[in-house]
């Protein structure tokens, strides 16, 4: 940061300098007062540790360390918080300090206060507890403190192991019942198990499932074997030309009777001897006759024959009955396969009530199992139950025999004499601090209240317009007679309204013939630099002319020490031409053109079209025109003007022009189109170092 970002600051400081030290003065003297008024206590601290490992040799030892003071929903921590801060600690802790001075006035007035001076924490994100106590004796302090420290680790060990009595009591009532309930369901299982005789459920479910899976694994092979054995029936039939299995016994027989087989082989001579006789004589001729009469003959015997072999009920047409081997052998094999077929139909048949009675068994065993099944889960549970109990006995005993406590103390506090409440140097540096701030903000809030415009006010950036001229502080001078040298011969005095004309010149593109000079208020000395930059521009080698606009307050007659009218308003009013009412100065190539007669009415001279007339013809006579005008916080002559001219400036002074009047001039000027140039600042104590570009 430059020095030049400082100087707001300082100057603010220094405005407020006395505000600021009374502030920071009276926090402090708070303070000292407080530091006077309280009295000095001796600070002692202790540190405790919740240990979530948990250290007990049984296992109901260490649940009950961690379940001390500790519901579902409570922290262990805060729970032993408000412990420590209980009758149940504070009065065994004090006896232990004081044991034959409890009723003493010391003791109780310390009793009663105990509570209060008592500050018990939980250090943030740790599973420490710290103790803190003062008090105005340090050893009694520390004493205090320590006793109250080691019987909470105490009361803890006493508290483990009053509950491990008391579950030692329950578990020792309990398991003379729970043996009972354990025999009872044994009891039952065994009587369930002898009534329906299911020994081992699985083994014996596991060896019916694989007989039954035999069972049909041979009924499938069976199957299989008869259905190739029809097959065979089927194709043997078609060979042999037999239905059934008879037919082809009695054909077999037939084929081994002696005496059929002569008269088939009759028979088939007779065919033959009769089919050649018909082909050389006629079915009457005698010899045709008698081989039929034989043929007749021959087979009655063999039907007669055959009727002793064959059943009545079996027909067996004698024309389809064959003697040679391959059909003997044939028949032999059909009938061979027959009788393996009813073989095979008897063995599944036997198999069928083996696999009924299995698949029977099955069915019923899930339902003998599931009484069998609670039977044996009662009894289990039972079991279990009896084991836990007695475990648990054998935990309570070994808890109620050790001294638990998963509170450790890592601290204790020494009688420390150094550390004392309130802390002098504390109380000291914070009482500065906080003054610091109360006087910032003090400061903060008197310049948000005051109203008033500074010079170290960074006005280009506060209104967004540009600051093109700082303007010294004027001697109370005149312009007339010889106090004009006192201005013109001094270059620190004339150099900052050469800078102005010279900034209002390079503007590019932009005529400065006409300029107005205005100002928020009346007070801001518009008139006065207005007069003076007349002066510079005259003494610049231009022909200067300055016109008193100002209707309401003129000053420009009183500066130069001319007569005041008549002027501008009789010249738009009377009739007056412009060259009789312009007066010269003193100073070369300055002229003046005053206010004239004021009227009431004066403003409407300046709303007049003779007005534009008026600064038209004065344009084509002068070099520079300024037009000194009304402020512009009661008056609107300067917009009027300002339509007519080239430009406009507004002057300001620090310490006299209102801020909230100055922002809402610089909006308004933007709303109706009058173009600012900038602002003036006027009567600056001492020139700021500036980066304006002229």
Known sequence: MTETNFLPLLSILNRRKWLALTTFSAVLASAVAYLLLVPTEYKVKTKLMVNEQQTGISELGKDLQLSTYQT???????????????K???????????????????????RKT?????????????????????????????KVLNSITETLVAEKSKTIRSQAQVVREFLEAEIPKQRELTEAATSAENKYRQQHGLISVSEQTSNLVNSLENLENQQRELQSQL??????????????????????YITGQIKQNQN?????????????????????????????LSLVEEQDK???????????????????????????????????????????????????????????????????????????????????????NLKFLESKLVE???????????????????????????????????????????????????ETLDNTLYQDLDLEKWLGIS??????????????????????????????????????????GEKSQSIIVSSSISVEGKSVVAAHLGTVSAMLFRRTLIIDGNLHNPEQHQLFSIQSSPGLTDILDQGFSLGDLIQPTEIHNLYILPCGSLKSQGSLVLESPEMKSLLKEIKQHYDQIIIDTSSLDNYADAITLGELSDKMILVVQPKLTPKNILENITINLEKQGIKLRGLVVNHVKKRRKSNRKF
């Open 467 to 508: 600051v093109i001229a700082d303007l010294p502080n004027l001697p109370e001078i005149n312009l007339f007679a010889d106090d004009k040298a006192l201005f013109l011969h001094d270059q620190e005095l004339v150099e900052p309204y050469r800078r102005l004309l010279k900034t209002l010149e390079l503007d590019k």
């Open 88 to 110: 149940r600690i504070l009065t065994p802790a004090l006896e232990e300090v004081f044991p034959q001075k409890m009723k003493s006035p010391e003791v109780i007035s310390l």
């Open 396 to 446: 309570a005993r070994l808890a109620e025999a050790q001294l638990l406590s998963n509170i450790i103390i890592l601290e204790l506090s020494p009688a420390d004499s150094s550390n004392t409440t309130p802390s002098k140097p504390a109380v000291l540096v914070f009482a500065s601090f906080f003054g610091l701030i109360f006087a910032t903000g003090m400061i903060l809030l008197q």
């Open 72 to 86: 579902r929903q409570s922290d262990p921590l805060a729970t032993l918080a408000e412990l420590a801060e209980s």
């Open 114 to 142: 105990l509570t209060k001076k008592l500050d018990v924490k939980i250090v943030p994100s740790t599973n420490i507890l710290e103790l803190t106590y003062q008090y105005k004796d340090p050893e009694i302090a520390s």
């Open 260 to 288: 059929l087989q002569t008269l088939q082989n009759k028979l088939v001579d007779l065919e033959i001897q009769l089919a050649n006789a018909r082909s050389r004589f006629t079915e009457t001729h005698p010899t045709v």
């Open 298 to 384: 021959v087979l009655q015997l063999y039907q007669q024959a055959l009727a002793k072999v064959s059943p009545a009920s079996v027909n067996v047409d004698p024309n389809k009955i064959t003697t040679d081997e391959l059909s003997q052998t044939l028949i032999t094999q059909f009938i061979l396969n027959e009788i393996e077929g009813l073989a095979l139909q008897q063995q599944l048949q036997a198999l069928q009530p083996q696999i009924a009675q299995l698949q029977s068994r099955l069915v019923s065993i899930p339902r003998q199992q599931q009484p069998l099944a609670r039977l044996v889960r009662e009894k289990e549970e039972a079991v279990n």
């Open 227 to 248: 259905q190739n054995n029809r097959t065979k029936t089927q194709e043997f039939q078609r060979l042999v030309g037999l239905q059934d299995r008879e037919k082809a």
